[in-house]
């Protein structure tokens, strides 16, 4: 990315959000629910104990759309069974999706709002 490029920044980004999924630690596999999702990552509320840096694969289907993630994400902080995850491996494709799915949000609040 060029210097002239920049990034939404996260808090731009976020968008609250309750979809379930499934993830990956290691040789584990559990369900976990989505609870915001930004341009550059993530935030589950899990029943697992991470520790920053771990990392973990997310999937799910986004409600109301035919996009399904797959990720691979590290952890970036925990506050409590909410820990928020970074972008890892993800396609360009994958990030073009989320960022359309999350513009798709952004207009229908706003639409609820009036």
């Known amino acids: 990315m060029s210097s002239t490029q920049q990034q939404p920044t ?11 999924a499934e993830y990956q630690y290691k040789k584990t596999r559990s369900s976990c629910i989505i609870t915001d999702l930004g341009w ?3 935030a589950v509320a899990v029943r697992q104990l991470f520790v ?11 409600p109301n759309s035919s996009i399904s993630i797959d990720i691979w994400c590290v952890v970036r902080s925990i506050q409590g069974c909410k820990a928020e995850l970074q972008f890892d491996e993800i396609s360009e494709k994958q990030r073009q999706e989320i960022q ?15």
Do not use: F, H, W
């Open 10 to 20: 996260r808090s731009l980004g976020r968008v609250p959000v309750s979809i379930q």
């Open 52 to 62: 920053e840096g771990d990392s973990l694969r997310v999937k799910a289907t986004l």
């Open 100 to 114: 359309g799915y999350i513009y798709s949000l952004l207009d229908t609040s706003k639409l609820d709002k009036k």
């Open 40 to 42: 550059e990552g993530l």
